[in-house]
């Protein structure tokens, strides 16, 4: 007699139904497919809501929306292909209003012409723009321009000539704004460090820790 030989068959997911929802699961998926087999409707209705109850197990992160219960139900309509005969205390929901895309924000007319400097810093030139000749309006500038060498070397090289951020706030301003004659920009100080936002700080590790012993072994030396 000749032996049987057992085989093992593997399934993959690839090979399966697509979730709907795949954050509950393909076992949420039988049990909702189960219900449609329910003859009863009181029946199928009881089971549905215990369903939901699985589902909220399962996906407790759903109690931080707004409305949470109603949600829980509009998804299992939408496991069960919205064709679901139960009495549900939410009417089952139109299936567009799932495949309907949302509505772009709309965005800023004017495109950045510097982005290492940003927007703000255009609407600044503008400002100054508008203001008389005089003091204020050299100080203003002044202010600017050390403000706008600091953006610079955050994104760019680790030194600028003053003349180069100069000559950005004239084409930035379209050629409105002058820089006044003998305007100087204060020096930059040996400590001043200029990181991109998240970069360069120092970490609890052993990095972090040589960094500040480097750092308090030079101002030691400044003060001794």
């Not at 050299?138 to 994104?155: E, G, V």
């Not at 090289?157 to 950005?168: G, M, P, Q, R």
């Not at 084409?171 to 998240?198: C, H, M, Q, Y």
Request: hydrophobic share 30%; proline share 6%.
């Amino acid at each position: 007699m000749e032996g049987k030989e057992n085989t093992i068959r593997l399934e993959y997911n690839t090979s399966r139904e697509k979730l709907g929802m795949p954050e509950y699961g393909r076992n949420v998926l039988k049990m909702v497919e189960q219900l449609r087999e329910i003859p009863d409707r009181d029946k199928r209705s009881e089971q549905a809501r215990a369903v939901v109850k699985t589902m909220e197990l399962l996906n407790p992160q759903v109690h931080q929306q707004e409305d949470f219960e109603h949600k829980l139900w509009d998804h299992l309509y939408l496991i069960a292909g919205f064709d679901l005969d139960i009495d549900s205390p939410y009417p089952c929901p139109v299936p567009e209003s799932f495949t309907t895309r949302p509505v772009p924000l709309p965005m800023k007319g004017t495109k950045i012409r510097a982005y290492h400097y940003g927007r703000n810093i255009e609407k600044i030139i503008d400002l100054i723009c508008t203001e008389p000749e005089g003091e204020v309006k050299t100080a203003m500038i002044r202010s600017l321009a050390i403000y706008m060498r600091q953006q610079y070397l955050i994104w760019n090289k680790d030194s600028v000539a003053d003349e180069t951020i100069f000559a950005d706030i004239e084409k930035l301003s379209g050629g409105k704004l002058r820089i006044p004659e003998g305007i100087v920009l204060s020096k930059i100080s040996e400590d001043a460090s200029f990181n991109r936002p998240g970069a360069g700080v120092p970490s609890s590790g052993g990095q972090g820790r040589n960094w500040n012993n480097r750092k308090n072994r030079k101002n030691f030396k400044k003060n001794k």
